[in-house]
């Protein structure tokens, strides 16, 4: 009985020992738990703040976007103006000058001239094509 009773010792010994063991173990799993739900914690807030950082950027390079869009469709508006401008007073002065109003009708003069020339043309060449018709007739 006394061996058994050792032996019952030692195997309680041994349990406890085991047990010592995994509780360590059980602890050390906890704290690795509660490690990695606070890492989970602060990078979901971390992420939350690029996220919200990301927006804020983002809106503010759109609103920057459109105001330089506005400020370029009136820089181009005001050309516009401008060449219209230029364009008009450049016609104005083309209208009370002597040269473009006599230079303006050379063109409709060359074309009158070359349809006369080709008339003068056709009617020498009719006239030697049956002047040679005549003459073919009455060889």
Do not use: W
């Amino acid at each position: 009985m006394e061996t058994r009773c050792l032996d019952f010792k030692t195997e309680i010994d041994q349990l406890k020992t085991q047990n010592q063991h995994l509780t360590h173990l059980y602890e050390q799993q906890i704290r690795h738990c509660r490690d990695l739900e606070e890492s989970y914690q602060r990078s979901t807030k971390q992420l939350e703040q690029v996220h919200e950082q990301t927006l804020l950027t983002i809106e503010n390079n759109h609103m920057i976007t459109i105001e330089e869009m506005k400020r370029q469709e009136y820089r181009i508006r005001n050309e516009v103006k401008q060449v219209r401008n230029q364009l008009e007073e450049i016609e104005r002065d083309m209208e009370r000058s002597l040269t473009f109003n006599v230079a303006s009708y050379i063109p409709f003069i060359n074309i009158i001239t070359n349809i006369i020339e080709l008339n003068t043309k056709r009617r020498i060449t009719h006239r030697i094509r049956k002047t040679l018709h005549t003459k073919k007739k009455g060889s």
